[in-house]
């Protein structure tokens, strides 16, 4: 902060970067789990809610405990939405693991059906691999359910060979909106 500078005038000339976080849920309601979690984001500190996804429909895969094959059980609510923050990878992680612990998530096994899954899949053009956090996430291309709503608000993070990829994954867009 500089002299005669106030504290929100220092903060609104913070650098700000383009993050992506995807949203998932399939344990209660998941279109107002995500609903609550994207008002939970848009009031984070030093940060904005730009674009927000359509609903997603997916069927649940890797969710056994012991295999990793796909699994019966409730199907996913997803959406992507697209923020500009002026918080760091790992502070802006670790409020989106607080907002999951505020929906009531648990992690019982990998992949377990949850109450919200909030991934943090970009910040900027960062590489970012640490133990706590890999960026961009290390599986995004290779879910429809990550890649169909992120193209749909950031098409130039999407190309057409990624999608087609996933072509085979079953996904379905739902008339209700996020927003």
């Not at 990793?68 to 002026?86: F, H, K, M, Q, R």
């Not at 909030?118 to 961009?136: N, Q």
């Not at 599986?139 to 990550?146: D, E, K, S």
């Amino acid at each position: 902060m500089r002299a005669g500078e106030s504290p929100s005038e220092a903060v609104s000339k913070a650098p700000r970067v383009r993050a992506y976080v995807a949203l998932g849920a399939n344990v209660g309601d998941g279109v107002v789990a995500l609903r609550l979690a994207v008002m939970a984001m848009s009031r984070l500190p030093l940060t904005q809610l730009r674009q927000a996804s359509s609903l997603y429909k997916t069927a649940p895969i890797d969710t056994d405990s012991t295999t990793e094959v796909p699994a019966s059980g409730a199907d996913y609510i997803n959406a992507v939405v697209a923020l500009e923050t002026g918080l760091t990878a790992p502070a802006l992680l670790a409020q989106l693991q607080r907002i999951e612990q505020g929906a009531g998530r648990e992690r019982p096994y990998r992949n377990a059906p949850r109450t919200l899954d909030l991934d943090l899949l970009l910040y900027g053009s960062a590489r970012i691999d640490s133990v706590r956090l890999t960026v961009p996430h290390p599986r995004m291309l290779q879910r429809a359910f990550v890649l169909v709503p992120l193209a749909e608000i950031s098409p130039s993070s999407v190309g057409i060979e990624q999608l087609q990829a996933v072509q085979h994954q079953v996904i379905e867009r739902l008339n209700e909106l996020l927003m």
